[in-house]
């Protein structure tokens, strides 16, 4: 990954011919840029879809930005070995309101939540460095707070029932307390359920 003004520092370029040097690449789909100014290389395995996977470059851009993210939802649900339909892109929660990124036919959806950065975490591994995915417990409790970004209540019951065996009832504890109170009570319904 490289933002235009390091390309034009490392080249020597002027910026506006580091730009056009990228937009050739862009076009040769050797590159991609998720956002405007952050570019990422597109190695021959994901030429096809004309991006690198999200989980690969989320780290680095959301770094770029300043703002504190992990994978939730569906998106980390699926990451905890629930099998479910991956979504159409990749959830992202973080702290304030952000575009949705579309980078070939790679999508992330950015879900805003106050307090992201204080929400607990794991360190995933993927090819590229690791990504911050929330965890099982925050995922339960995320899940509760935004059914409308998981396919309804419905289909929160279904991901919690393939959750619930990862689920530690200290953790969960834990997590319901970064909640606001409808969250936690619907979550505890649901776990009844």
Not at 34 to 60: I, K, T, Y
Not at 158 to 181: F, H, Q
């Amino acid at each position: 990954h490289f933002t235009t003004e390091e390309a034009a520092e490392a080249l020597g370029l002027s910026e506006i011919a580091a730009r056009a040097a990228i937009r050739r690449l862009k076009q040769r789909g050797v590159i991609a840029a998720p956002m405007r100014g952050f570019h990422v290389l597109v190695s021959p395995e994901h030429r096809a879809a004309g991006c690198p996977p999200s989980d690969q470059f989320l780290p680095e851009l959301m770094a770029l930005v300043g703002a504190p993210y992990y994978i939730g939802l569906i998106s980390a649900a699926r990451r905890h070995g629930v099998g479910i339909d991956e979504p159409a892109a990749t959830q992202v929660i973080t702290h304030d309101n952000r575009p949705a990124i579309r980078c070939g036919a790679v999508g992330v959806t950015f879900i805003a939540k106050k307090n992201a950065g204080a929400v607990p975490v794991q360190q995933l591994s993927t090819p590229r460095g690791r990504v911050a995915v929330s965890t099982p417990e925050a995922t339960a409790v995320d899940l509760a707070a935004y059914p409308q970004h998981a396919g309804g209540l419905e289909n929160v019951g279904l991901v919690l029932v393939g959750l619930a065996d990862r689920l530690d009832p200290v953790k969960i504890v834990a997590a319901a307390a970064l909640a606001e109170m409808p969250w936690v009570q619907r979550l505890g319904y649901l776990l009844d359920r």
